[in-house]
């Protein structure tokens, strides 16, 4: 092997390894946001998705509101798979920021919204179909609870990856055993 050949390979191992240090640097100081602001980024598993999506009857053009979206993976299977409009809301700028691009990336950005906002203070009125993965202690939370009770139409599912709505219990449709977590169906 030639000199200048080796030192293209030895160039392009650093670039790698310089792209793999920035991205866990941006990947920790995400989840520093996240746990700082109290909530910590909790990803749903993608594979996932499809078990979720597939026992919901999903009508097309419904409006899809995400709390905590985090990096946009469910907002943007909901838009791309399903034909939703989405909306996905996260406190973490830096996860909404990695939501639009993806979004981007995927061709759905003029059917996406992801805005950095706190879920207490967003509009859950507007939405057809709610789906969040919050812990039990904000899922309870009076506020959350309080905008559940009076923001959201009849019709509305509210889907809970993970943890049930307790003050939703007559109102679940379905329960979704998938591979990482239970998620809970309900119908307001």
């Known amino acids: ?10 160039l392009f191992i650093e670039i790698l390894l310089l792209v793999g240090v920035i991205w866990y640097c941006v990947y920790l100081t995400m989840l520093l946001i996240s746990q700082r602001s109290g909530i910590p980024f909790l990803a749903t598993i993608r594979k996932s998705l499809p078990e ?13 509101l995400e709390l905590g979206c985090g990096d946009g993976i469910v907002t943007c299977t909901a838009v791309k798979d399903y034909g939703l409009i989405g909306k996905g809301v996260d406190i973490n700028f830096i996860l909404i920021i990695f939501a639009k691009l993806k979004a981007i990336k995927m061709g759905i950005s003029d059917r996406t919204e992801f805005i950095r906002q706190d879920i207490c203070t967003t509009d859950f009125a507007w939405a057809d ?16 609870k309080n905008k559940f009770t009076t ?17 939703f219990d007559k109102r679940q449709i379905k329960l979704i055993p998938t591979k990482d977590y239970e998620t809970y169906v309900y119908k307001i």
């Open 1 to 10: 092997m030639s000199l200048v050949l080796l030192r293209i390979i030895f």
């Open 52 to 64: 979720i999506f597939s026992n919901l009857n999903l009508v097309k053009g419904s409006k899809f």
């Open 129 to 144: 179909v709610i789906y969040l993965y919050l812990l039990p202690r904000y899922i309870s939370s009076d506020k959350i």
């Open 151 to 167: 923001e959201v139409k009849p019709g509305t599912i509210v889907i809970s990856h993970g943890f049930p709505i307790p003050y």
